[in-house]
């Protein structure tokens, strides 16, 4: 009896941990609520339409993001004494977020660049990827000089929005498509509405498991090397300690761990599903 009830108090305890609100129910920033038991809630702003670091797992977006970003920040916030509170919203719309002080910290496989690094601040770099052409099987796609005369999407404040703007500069003829979502690009390249998308290796193996019609090839990366980090409001306090739980998890193996669930069982098992 006695352990049944100190097992429903964990689970209590445990799913009271991660609530998740709409952007609409704007939960306090800057750790502003309490719980019950005197715990500080960080809210995590994401845009959770990026499978395997935050995703919904039904279509309709409803219950809790999960992913490889949701699960490092439980670890961090816990390992901190924080309860995680996650605000999912378009990706465009996280470092307003961070600069109104509507979220403590971010976490959406988002790259640091010299040009975000002005409006917010991050932390080192926990998992790498490359950009990618994704487009309908067959295409063919293989560098930015193969899409001139096409039609090609991109999610809207990405540095795949940045660097494909610069190519169709360079290149010209190539008509960009800017959305909110991935899923939206995904949708509207099934359709045949654009040709194609410039997305993260990470994120497109992924979506090219779960859409056999669609394929991918790997860009040039070239001198650029980007990565995922966590981000914060300027001069926020909360990053050099989120730095050392990190700094810790790449240590004690959980971030390898959390790679291996997410980057290797998680794709094996989307592979397995659409077969
Ligand atoms: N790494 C890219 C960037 O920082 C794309 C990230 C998109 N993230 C997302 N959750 N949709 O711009």
Same mark, same amino acid.
């Given at each position: 009896m006695l352990i049944k009830r100190r097992n429903f108090l964990v689970a209590l305890a445990l799913s009271s941990s991660l609530v998740v609100t709409g952007i609409t129910?704007?939960?306090g920033g800057n750790g502003e609520s309490t719980t019950a038991d005197g715990a500080k809630t960080l809210v995590m702003a994401t845009s959770a339409d990026y499978p395997p670091y935050e995703f919904f797992e039904t279509e309709r977006g409803e219950g809790k993001p999960v992913g490889?970003?949701?699960?490092? !920040?439980t670890y961090i916030t816990e390992e901190l004494g924080y309860e995680l509170e996650i605000q999912d919203m378009d990706f465009n719309g996280i470092i307003p977020a961070l600069q109104a002080g509507r979220a403590d910290f971010a976490m959406a496989g988002m790259t640091p660049t010299p040009e975000r690094e002005e409006n917010v601040d991050f932390s080192s770099i926990y998992y790498e990827a490359k950009n990618t052409i994704v487009a309908k099987a067959g295409s063919g796609f293989k560098t930015y000089e193969d899409l001139a005369g096409k039609t090609v999407g991109v999610q809207l404040g990405s540095i795949q929005e940045q660097e494909a703007r610069e190519k169709a500069e360079e290149i010209g003829d190539i008509a960009l498509e800017p959305r909110n979502k991935i899923s939206e690009l995904i949708q509207e390249m099934k359709a045949g509405r654009i040709d194609a998308a410039i997305v993260?290796?990470?994120? !497109?193996?992924?979506?090219? !498991?779960?859409?056999?019609d669609l394929e991918f090839t790997t860009l040039d990366a070239g001198a650029e090397a980007s990565g995922s980090a966590i981000a914060f409001p300027k001069d926020s306090e909360l990053r050099e300690d989120f730095e050392a739980v990190l700094e810790e998890m790449k240590e004690n193996g959980t971030l390898e761990s959390l790679i291996k669930k997410w980057f290797e069982d998680y794709y094996a098992e989307q592979a397995g599903a659409s077969e």
């Open positions: 129910g704007c939960g490889f970003d949701v699960d490092i !920040a993260e290796d990470t994120v !497109a193996a992924g979506y090219i !498991a779960n859409n056999p």
